[in-house]
């Protein structure tokens, strides 16, 4: 929609902007609400920044009136109004969506410049109204319960469709409160709307059952239908790279830059359903509220803390298992749990983990709704979740060290069931034409695992040098080992080379490239680092213990490779933290040593890798496991420990700012610090968030007790 037709009726809309915001009560039967929501043209058709620079325009005049006249109250309530009488007649559905937008538009003003208790009162019941025009419940409940009725009542065709998206907007412009506070949790009070969206109790499983159901559908924008969006000329090119600002922490989280990758400009006509993708990020804003339990005794989180939507995914149900109402309509099972199609919402999520919304919602389901996680486990076609989580894991140089934390703790989930270990060393895939390094060809998707995570832990040792990476990476490896077969030559060389090779040098003087020194370290932080690198190592290790004790003669090529790269081990046999672990690896040198010289006598040996694989081969087939002294299973499990909204909250709304066509005012946040970028990119590049600080994420060590050790991660 160009300027042409977008200029007169922004300019005839301010003069009624005007009387809206005087000075003067405007009656309801005033003409001035007719005419502003009776616009010839949706609102949400025109340049949304247009839109803005018109209405903020009058909210000063607004802020100083509205105690006065409560003319904001009243045009709540005629909202209200036009929603309820478009529900039966799609006619009025177009009033009814400017009514949302325009009060989306004055909400995110008032949001940026006004205080909690300042922005409450524009929400409050209005004491001068007239008695017959009091609303029955307070008012700000009231509008809470209509705009989720919108949602998961009304249809979603025609005309329909807008309104739902600007609903959805309106929702996230009213917990945008969040973008201007600096903590990631406040005592309640300090956010009023989001507040109250956790009060709504009743709807919450409604509408997480509905934004589930647009996900996994993706409703697409009907015929005839418009939403604006940028033209291909327009300078939409400006990046931005956003900063989080320090933020008070217990002490003992890791104080490390971790960044976000987002897009700015992206407009949500880019997708084949806007409804789906605002819904999807509505939904990840409340599900990682975290309301702060203040002054409050120790015990169970009372029902005024808890949040509802959270409590929804936590007992989400699939709808084809058990027997529901829910597929006909009515929102919700007959006792209130949330339920939708499993296979529906695995195959969505298979195909949009290009994206990080859905990157983030698979990890909260798998961590948050045991369910699903068992569903996905025991799914035959593990391919459909993993491929394209290993395809993004691939392009590890583009991501940043917090996407790839995301990727790997979910791959760390997924490892800790030995079902799913073993069912990806199953399925086979005829060819990975993503992966450049070489051509693979009928491979499991196991091996693919194992290749990945081990060009993760080197690109991490040798680039990033990140502990709690590596970390998040071995415990993965070491879930997967015991199940490993038929592993490529390639993955046997990586497993020592690729891993044991950059910390070789524990024994020498620290001037390596792999533990250089910081000019300001002190005595204390070198021997702190020296003992990171031998967890690594003893890790590391033990996995490769693993594979040798359950299931060498699944594995001709592991063998091949300590053969190959048997002197790697030399630094090692002399430490004493790693004396014992390598008995093992040191028996299976010397048996397939001698058998290998033993057969350099044969005629028409030529020593060449076919002929060394071949001997080995022969002589696995009557291989004694006996000989290896048995250690302890090592396993590791995913926990979520400390304050993880203070890594989560910031998070989503960077991916809200960033993936919405709301014209977000980037020096009003305050939950992270805009810096304008310099350079210049494509629509489709990456942008940087650093944060200074991460969750509390850990790994639990098992050893085959009761007792665990729990890691950093």
Known sequence: MGNAVSEPVLQRHLVLLSDFAGDQ?????????????????????????????????????????????????????????????????????????????????????????????????????????AADIQPTAPLLDQLLRMLLKVLTVFPTSGQYYLLHVEVVNLLLVLTSTQLYSTSPSAPIGSHPFIDALMQQRQLAPQLVQQALKHYSFRPPLPPKVQLWSPSPDA????????????????????????????????????????????????????????????????????????????????????????????????????????????????????????????VLLLYVLLHKCHKFQQYVLVRSDADTILLPLLHRLYNTSYKTPSQLYMLLIIILILSQDKGFSQNV?????????????????????????????????????????????????????????????????????????GSLAPVTPLGTPLGTPYLTPSPSASPGQLAAEHAVYADFMRTILEIINTIITTGLRQNPEMVYALLHRQDVFEPFRMHARFADILDNVQVVIDSFNQKVDSAQHREGWSGSVTDVLGIIKENLSSWQSDRLSRQEELRFSYEEEGAPQDFFVPYVWSLVVSSTTIPWNLQAIALFQPVTSPHVTSPHEDVHIASQQLQQLTVEQTNGSDDSAKHHV
């Open 25 to 129: 009560k405007l009656d309801q039967d005033n003409q001035v609400w007719r005419q502003l929501f009776a616009l010839p043209v949706p609102l949400s058709q025109l340049p949304p920044s247009q839109v803005e620079q018109h209405v903020t325009g009058c909210c000063d005049q607004l802020v100083s009136n509205n105690g006065r006249t409560q003319n904001f109250q009243t045009l709540l309530l005629k909202t209200l109004d036009l929603i309820a009488g478009s529900q039966k007649n799609e006619a009025r559905a177009t009033a009814a969506t400017n009514g949302v937008y325009l009060l989306r538009v004055l909400f995110k003003r008032l949001s940026e410049s006004l205080n909690a208790v300042q922005l409450a009162a524009f929400s409050t019941d209005a004491p001068y109204m």
């Open 235 to 358: 300078d939409n090119k400006g990046v931005l790279r956003l900063v989080r600002s320090a933020a008070a922490s217990v002490l003992w989280l890791p104080f490390r830059a971790y960044t976000f990758l987002i897009r700015l400009g992206f407009s949500q006509t880019d997708s084949t359903s806007p409804l789906a993708d605002s819904s999807l990020l509505l939904l990840l804003v409340l599900i990682n509220h975290s309301p702060q339990q203040a002054h409050v005794q120790q015990g169970p989180p009372q029902p005024h803390f808890l949040n509802p939507y959270q409590a929804a995914i936590q007992g989400l149900q699939d709808s084809e298992d058990v027997g529901t109402d829910a597929e006909s309509g009515r929102g919700q099972t007959a006792s209130g749990i949330s339920a939708v199609p499993f296979s529906g919402l695995y195959n969505a999520l298979g195909a949009g983990l290009d994206q990080e919304p859905s």
């Open 425 to 497: 060393q199953e399925v086979m895939l005829g060819s990975v034409p993503w992966y450049k390094e070489r051509m693979l060809q009928k491979t499991s998707l196991g091996s693919l695992l194992v290749v990945l995570l081990l060009r993760t832990a080197h690109y991490n040792m040798s680039k990033l040098k990140d502990v709690y990476m590596h970390q998040n990476t071995l415990a993965a490896l070491a879930n997967v080992a015991p199940h490993m077969s038929g592993m490529y030559q390639r993955i046997g060389r990586r497993s020592q080379s």
